[in-house]
T-cell receptor
């Protein structure tokens, strides 16, 4: 099935633990993005990648890191989780950076206690 | 700074018409997107406007006025399945999307 797969769907995590959210797309899209969505706020960009091998910081990058070793995969890592990172995380992709429609994954709900 | 303003919540009746407004201030402008997001699901693309005027797509239409920093989404012949949040997202000069908090639309029978 063409699209974006995120894992895990949901996770409860103790503060201080390391966590990696996985994102894989099979549409051969160049650009990929990680957003977080919190109640009452718009989607906020954490990190992005315009093409394999490159990454950039978004609006709220602190506490998060990403890598883009190949076109398909774009994992998001929380090195040491804190309660303020409790959120729903969406991975998205587009054909190219700039002006193209985003396709979103189903989201990963993360709770940090 | 960059800012998006859209109503938090709206209620409409099945079969009616509803207009969801969005005003924005961005550093440069490269078009505006509307996305639909059902509760607990991912956002999905509805429309994209880059020039002034109305774009019609079935029951949904989207309007843009760049000089006024204003857009609206018009939904006709409302159905229960249209109950969702509608996200306004203009694109700034760096081609970054600036997302509004969304308008939760409640459809009543």
């Amino acid at each position: 099935i063409a699209g974006i797969t995120q894992a895990p769907t949901s996770q409860i995590l103790a503060a201080g633990r390391r966590m990696t959210l996985r994102c894989t797309q099979d549409m051969r899209h160049n650009a990929m993005y990680w957003y977080r969505q919190d109640l009452g706020l718009g989607l906020r960009l954490i990190h992005y990648s315009n093409t394999a091998g490159t990454t950039g910081k978004g609006e709220v990058p602190d506490g998060y890191s990403v890598s883009r070793a190949n076109t398909d995969d774009f994992p998001l890592t929380l090195a040491s989780a804190v309660p303020s990172q409790t959120s729903v995380y969406f991975c998205a992709s587009s054909g190219d950076a700039g002006g193209n429609v985003l396709t979103f994954g189903a989201g990963s709900r993360l709770t940090v206690l | 700074g960059q800012n998006i303003d859209q109503p938090t919540e709206m209620t409409a009746t099945e079969g009616a018409i509803v207009q969801i407004n969005c005003t924005y201030q961005t550093s440069g402008f490269n078009g505006l997107f509307w996305y639909q997001q059902h509760a607990g699901e991912a956002p999905t693309f509805l429309s994209y406007n880059v020039l002034d005027g109305l774009e019609e797509k079935g029951r949904f239409s989207s309007f843009l006025s760049r000089s006024k920093g204003y857009s609206y989404l018009l939904l006709k012949e409302l159905q229960m399945k249209d109950s969702a949040s509608y996200l306004c997202a203009p694109m700034d000069s760096n081609y970054q999307l600036i997302w509004g908090a969304g308008t939760k639309l409640i459809i009543k029978p």
